[in-house]
T-cell receptor, first 111, second 115 residues
Framework: AQTVTQSQPEMSVQEAETVTLSCTYDTSESDYYLFWYKQPPSRQMILVIRQEAYKQQNATENRFSVNFQKAAKSFSLKISDSQLGDAAMYFCAYTGDKIIFGKGTRLHILP | DTGVSQDPRHKITKRGQNVTFRCDPISEHNRLYWYRQTLGQGPEFLTYFQNEAQLEKSRLLSDRFSAERPKGSFSTLEIQRTEQGDSAMYLC?????????????FGPGTRLTVL
C-alpha cells in the first residue's frame, strides 16, 4: 500500500531564510504525481507545487522548489526567502492509484 | 471564477441525527472529491466522482455515508446516524481532467461537530 510520511510535525524559520520540509513516500507504482499543498490557518488548502514522477527535472515555482529523488522516494520542499505569509500547514500528497496525504508540517515564520 | 464552495461551513448535531453537506465545484471541473480531515491530520480520501459517476470509495466510507453528484454538477455528502467519531472537517475539491495529474482545488470545508 502507498504511504506518505512527513517526519517534521513543526518547523520554524527566520523571515528571509530558507527552510526545507521533508516528505518520503512508498509505492510500487511507476506512474504517479506528487504535490505540496499549503493550508493557512482557517483558510482553504491551495497548491504550492507539483511534480510528475516521470520528469527528472525538479519543479520550481518562484520561491518554492522541490528536490525529487525518485529512487529514494523522497520529495522535499524548499522555501527560499521565507515570508510571514508562508506560515501554514504544509501537506505532501501522492496521487496514483490512490490519493494519499501526509500528516502535515506546521511551519512558523519568525520575524 | 468563484472557486469551490461548501455549505454549511459549520454544523453541530446530536448523535444519531442525519446530516447533509453540499459542495459546488468550479463550473468546468469534471472531477469532484470528498475528504475528511481530523485535527492534526492530513485529509483522508473518501470518494470521488468523474462527472456524475462515483468511481471510487474508500473503506473509510462506511454504509452510513453516501455521496451523490446528480447531473455532474454539485455534490452532496450525507451521514446517517451520526456518531461522535464523525466529528471532523469535511473537505471537497474539484479538478479539471480525467487523470490524477490534475491539481485539485479545495473548498473551505464543512466542520461537523457531533455532540
Amino acid at each position: 500500500a502507498q504511504t506518505v510520511t512527513q517526519s517534521q510535525p513543526e518547523m520554524s524559520v527566520q523571515e528571509a531564510e530558507t527552510v526545507t520540509l521533508s516528505c518520503t513516500y512508498d509505492t510500487s507504482e511507476s506512474d504517479y504525481y506528487l504535490f505540496w499543498y499549503k493550508q493557512p490557518p482557517s483558510r482553504q488548502m491551495i497548491l504550492v507545487i507539483r511534480q510528475e514522477a516521470y520528469k527528472q527535472q525538479n519543479a520550481t515555482e518562484n520561491r518554492f522548489s522541490v528536490n525529487f529523488q525518485k529512487a529514494a522516494k523522497s520529495f522535499s520542499l524548499k522555501i527560499s526567502d521565507s515570508q510571514l505569509g508562508d506560515a501554514a500547514m504544509y501537506f505532501c500528497a501522492y496521487t496514483g492509484d490512490k490519493i494519499i496525504f501526509g500528516k502535515g508540517t506546521r511551519l512558523h515564520i519568525l520575524p | 471564477d468563484t472557486g469551490v464552495s461548501q455549505d454549511p461551513r459549520h454544523k453541530i448535531t446530536k448523535r444519531g441525527q442525519n446530516v447533509t453537506f453540499r459542495c459546488d465545484p468550479i463550473s468546468e471541473h469534471n472531477r469532484l472529491y470528498w475528504y475528511r480531515q481530523t485535527l492534526g491530520q492530513g485529509p483522508e480520501f473518501l470518494t470521488y466522482f468523474q462527472n456524475e459517476a462515483q468511481l471510487e470509495k474508500s473503506r473509510l466510507l462506511s454504509d452510513r455515508f453516501s455521496a451523490e453528484r446528480p447531473k455532474g454538477s454539485f455534490s452532496t455528502l450525507e451521514i446517517q446516524r451520526t456518531e461522535q467519531g464523525d466529528s471532523a472537517m469535511y473537505l471537497c475539491a474539484s479538478s479539471l481532467g480525467g487523470g490524477q495529474s490534475h491539481t485539485q482545488y479545495f473548498g473551505p470545508g464543512t466542520r461537523l461537530t457531533v455532540l
